[in-house]
């Protein structure tokens, strides 16, 4: 998707501004908040990527939505209204964050259980991660209740799938040999 490719080159632009600015963290704070407010927000979303709303519209709603942000993410508004790429921003600060999470050590670690996760099962299974995982570890909680019962853990490239639902396909494949 060429949107990706266009926003990875924006996302890199503006975390390494930020980095010389010694602003990473609140761009990041900016960008998870944008990300956020796109993501709950189905008429911001369609706001930004109607081509029947000018460009100037959307960079003055988005400085008016968005005041209180860095100086670099006031820069990406304008950016992104000179070249009229304001349909990337919800990948851009998705990117960042991902960018921003890889220079800093911090890994996304998805759980996907039946229920909302408590907060005791959490700590324990950031203690089982960090035995095999030197990064700082952020857990998702992804809730799936075809799962039935168990968990799945997602690592980078790494999964452990400890579900009702697994264990109930090994079964059956076993029984249909």
Do not use: C, W
Not at 32 to 44: F, P, R
Not at 109 to 122: G, N
Not at 143 to 152: A, E, H, L
Request: net charge positive.
């Amino acid at each position: 998707m060429a949107g990706t490719r266009a926003a990875i080159r924006y996302a890199k632009a503006i975390l390494d501004i930020a980095k010389v600015n010694n602003t990473s963290d609140a761009v990041n704070a900016d960008m998870t908040s944008i990300a956020n407010a796109i993501k709950d927000s189905a008429e911001l979303k369609n706001f930004l990527i109607s081509p029947i709303v000018k460009g100037e519209i959307k960079f003055s709603s988005l400085n008016e939505i968005f005041a209180s942000v860095q100086n670099e993410t006031k820069g990406l508004f304008h950016l992104l209204l000179v070249n009229q790429r304001f349909e990337l921003l919800n990948a851009i600060a998705l990117q960042f964050t991902a960018l921003y999470d890889e220079l800093n050590g911090i890994e996304v670690a998805k759980v996907t259980t039946a229920f909302p996760i408590t907060a005791d099962l959490e700590a324990k299974v950031l203690a089982k991660i960090a035995t095999f995982s030197d990064k700082k570890i952020t857990l998702q909680n992804i809730v799936d209740p075809s799962i039935i019962g168990g968990f799945i853990l997602r690592m980078g490239d790494k999964q452990y799938n400890a579900s009702v639902e697994n264990r109930l396909q090994n079964l059956k494949r076993e029984f249909s040999k």
